[in-house]
């Protein structure tokens, strides 16, 4: 488990330092910020401490803040703190899920005690997740989904305590980013494994044919239906349905799938019986839905009723660090699929894999691998993006954060050793990690989350 620590909020230097200081003396470790959006960059679905922000801050305050780290994980402790004792402010805080609301002037005695009241709800909540989740059982969720950047953990965490339950999904994420594989995967770790998980492509179901294809029909429902057929969502019944690229199904048709989603019952074309429907759904998509909502192309309530529980795939744009790894694992998959002998990547071409861009993202990544294992040269597809040249300032800079990416990984995230030991001062260590998107919090493995 990630440690526990607090992320302190306030615009005003002097209060923020003089807190911190004062909260360190009763054995918390604190981190510190001026600005609310800093912090959102190091929550997350495993986060495993506390949030505590003043609530009147220029830029984003900590009303807003509330929000945004409830948007990410809905559990995760968020402690108000406001100079203005204002009655109302706080009771609208309560009912946003705020855990604690406290007033200026307070003893750091007492927010420490708060503070450490909200840490054990935390680990608490963590520890239920990965409970529901395991259930005692190892799988291979890091092996189909591997990546040490936290975007990465956050993924496998979160996917592991979804799959415990039987909520329907929605999984966002670019083109080739593995929005399959994580379905897949969620299906595999779920009580409806042994049953079938039936895909379908929103996209490439025939339009006139459609309904059909989903809800099946009865004879002589329509010209040529000339016996009864089960549609695709039968067909899954006890299992998956997977709707995949869920914003290209027509619109007359969401009102329809929407009721499904609603009443756990179909009605074949052609009859007015309804036939209960068994099955969990996992839907995916590319595009921004809420931007359709807004063009009128996707209904709002059927994207409510689908994001209950959300996945982002991350793209290998925001998870740079884990190329090298992804690609040598790749290489290996490639090998072993086309029966060649061990192939050597060498120094100079895993450089230039690292620092290219992949527009296509694991999938183009995979057709590299794929060529060279076969011999070709492992050039990004035609179509993608030209291959960018780092400056040196850039490699210098990519240079510095490998160093303190494993002075820290190497220090189990304890800051003092690491700066002592790159004879840096704190707050400089501090500036770097921020530049840098580093977190304290050591990589997650499998054994994290098996008891």
């Known amino acids: 488990m990630s440690e526990t620590r607090v992320l302190l909020v306030d615009d005003e230097e002097e209060m923020r330092h003089s807190t911190a200081q004062a909260l360190g003396l009763f054995g918390l470790d604190v981190d510190t910020f001026s600005s609310a959006e800093d912090v959102l960059e190091l929550i997350g679905y495993s986060f495993s401490g506390v949030v505590v922000s003043d609530i009147r801050m220029q830029g984003m305050d900590g009303m807003t803040l509330l929000q945004r780290v409830r948007e990410v994980d809905a559990e995760i402790p968020v402690i108000l703190v406001t100079g203005h004792g204002d009655v109302q402010l706080a009771v609208k ?19 420490a005690a708060i503070a450490r009241r909200a840490m054990d709800r935390r680990s608490l909540v963590l520890e239920n997740r990965r409970l529901r989740a395991v259930a005692g ?5 890091e092996a189909r989904l591997p990546g040490r950047t936290q975007a990465m953990v956050d993924l496998r965490y979160r996917l592991r305590a979804i799959g415990a339950t039987d ?3 929605l999984i966002i ?22 049953r079938p998980l039936i895909a379908i492509n929103c996209a490439a179901l025939p339009e006139n044919l459609i309904e059909s294809e989903l809800f099946g029909h009865e004879a002589g429902a329509f010209p040529g239906a000339l016996r009864p057929r089960y549609g695709k969502f039968e067909h899954g019944r006890g299992g998956t349905i997977l709707l995949d690229e869920i914003g290209s199904m027509p619109f007359d048709l969401q009102a329809k799938f929407l009721r499904v989603l609603q009443e756990r019952v179909i009605t074949r074309l052609g009859s007015n ?34 994001n209950v529980a959300t996945l982002h795939v991350p793209s290998l744009t925001q998870r ?14 490639a090998a072993a699929r086309y029966m060649r002998s061990d192939v050597d990547v060498l120094p100079e071409m895993m450089t230039e894999i690292a620092e290219r861009s992949w527009p296509g993202n694991v999938r183009e990544l995979r057709n590299a691998a794929d060529r060279l294992v076969l011999g070709l040269d492992p050039k990004p597809d035609e179509t993608s993006v030209p291959a960018v040249r780092l400056k040196l300032a850039d490699k210098v800079a990519a240079y510095e954060r490998s160093i303190i990416a494993g002075a820290l990984a190497a220090n189990g995230g304890s800051l003092r050793p690491v700066y002592e030991q790159l004879g840096i001062s704190r707050k400089t260590l501090y500036e770097k990690m921020q530049r840098y998107g580093l977190d304290k919090k050591i990589p997650i493995t499998d054994d994290d989350y098996v008891a």
Do not use: C, N
């Open 320 to 333: 740079k660090a884990d190329i090298p790894l992804l690609f040598l694992q790749l290489v290996r998959e």
């Open 273 to 306: 019986e309804p036939v209960p429907l068994d099955v969990r759904f996992i839907a995916t998509s590319k595009v921004d839905l809420e931007a359709e909502v807004a063009a009128g192309r996707f209904r709002a309530d059927l994207l409510y009723r689908l």
């Open 137 to 141: 059982k190892r799988d291979d969720i």
């Open 93 to 111: 805080a309560m009912r946003e899920g705020v855990y604690d609301f406290i007033e200026k002037p307070f003893t750091a005695q007492h927010l």
């Open 167 to 169: 909520a329907d999904t």
């Open 173 to 194: 994420g670019e083109t080739g980013v593995g929005k399959e594989v994580v379905a897949r995967a969620l299906h595999d770790i779920s009580a409806r494994a042994d």
